[in-house]
């Protein structure tokens, strides 16, 4: 009898230290670092994801969302996510170029889709799933394609023709294709960090920029800003990617519970970017500063002929298989 009241005593002590080490474990760390600020489409779907991760996996994953530059700049966040320092990253679809992914910088061409239907077609379809098959080499693993939407350009002289960008200092992100399209414009392409745009428009270091109107207006660039011509002829995506090592290395369970909350965040973060960009337009016009330049349909077909050499220029570099297919999938052509 005695005996079995110890063997009883030492399995309830046992399960007493099991149940004391499991509570006691220590959540998984997602560090999500992003270059913009919270009240964007990417800030909004990363707080989303944030939200749905911990809520699902009952506190067994911990993400710390890092916005507006905080731990990287634009060109750090690449190698930080390659090596470990951080998990996860939303960057622009530029800027996989510099990391030799040429292919994503597909996006950068100047009017690719005249629609979110036709952009959906590319990132949601086969194309976008070959895409990021690609980042596999690099150590990466892609999630989902978030949209920020089209964009306008902002400058402090008027934007109508083709003609006024000649010799304007212009901001791009680092994408050889938002080079190319610069120059076929006349204008000086400069590349700088996110982070630093606003400074430099303010102090005259560049004229002028090209982002969604969300960015513009969570970042003050309408500020420092006389104009903004409505052109949309570019799209600002990004993917959402992590350490392949890190993720490869998760529970089968827990990969399996953050996908779906990865799914449902990009359904959230997609739904909101064009009305967030329709109510930063709102703001921009409300705050006085800035004058909005509408195109006449004769003018756009102006923009649209002086950049239709950038989509053959960049052949070569993207792949002439891949615009096409493209345009297959959306039915337009340049």
Not at 47 to 70: C, D, I, M, W
């Amino acid at each position: 009898m005695r005996m079995r009241f110890l063997i009883a005593g030492l399995c309830l002590t046992t399960a007493g230290i099991t149940g004391t080490a499991l509570a006691a474990e220590e959540p998984i760390i997602i560090k999500f670092s992003h270059v913009v600020a919270t009240d964007t489409p990417k800030g909004k779907a990363a707080e989303e994801f944030k939200k749905l991760a911990e809520e699902r996996t009952h506190g067994r994953v911990k993400v710390e969302v890092y916005p507006n530059s905080q731990l990287y700049k634009d060109k750090e966040e690449l190698e930080a996510l390659q090596l470990g320092s951080v998990q996860m990253l939303a960057p622009s679809l530029a800027k996989f170029g510099p990391l030799g992914v040429r292919e994503f910088e597909v996006f950068d061409l100047p009017y690719l889709f005249d629609s979110y239907d036709d952009l959906h077609k590319v990132t949601a379809g086969p194309v976008g799933k070959q895409l990021m098959a690609k980042l596999d080499s690099k150590g990466i693993i892609g999630l989902a394609f978030w949209d920020n939407g089209f964009k306008v350009m902002t400058d402090n002289k008027p934007l109508r023709e083709p003609a006024d960008f000649r010799g304007q200092k212009m901001r791009i992100q680092s994408s050889k294709v938002l080079d190319a399209q610069f120059r076929a414009l006349g204008a000086i392409p400069q590349v700088m960090a996110f982070s630093e745009v606003y400074q430099a428009l303010q102090t005259g270091v560049v004229d002028g920029t090209e982002n969604t109107p969300s960015n513009v207006y969570t970042q003050r660039m309408n500020e420092v800003q006389k104009y903004l011509t409505l052109s949309n002829h570019g799209y600002i995506g990004y993917a959402v990617i992590v350490n392949k090592k890190f993720w490869e290395g998760l529970p089968a369970d827990i990969r399996t519970t953050l996908e779906g909350a990865m799914r449902d965040a990009t359904t959230y973060g997609n739904e909101i970017a064009k009305k967030e960009n329709d109510d930063a337009l709102e703001k921009i016009k409300a705050a006085g500063k800035t004058e909005f330049i509408t195109l006449t349909p004769e003018q756009k077909a102006d923009w649209k002929k002086a950049l239709s050499k950038v989509h053959k220029q960049q052949e070569s570099r993207i792949g002439k298989d891949l615009i096409q297919a493209i345009y297959q999938a959306t039915g337009n052509t340049m």
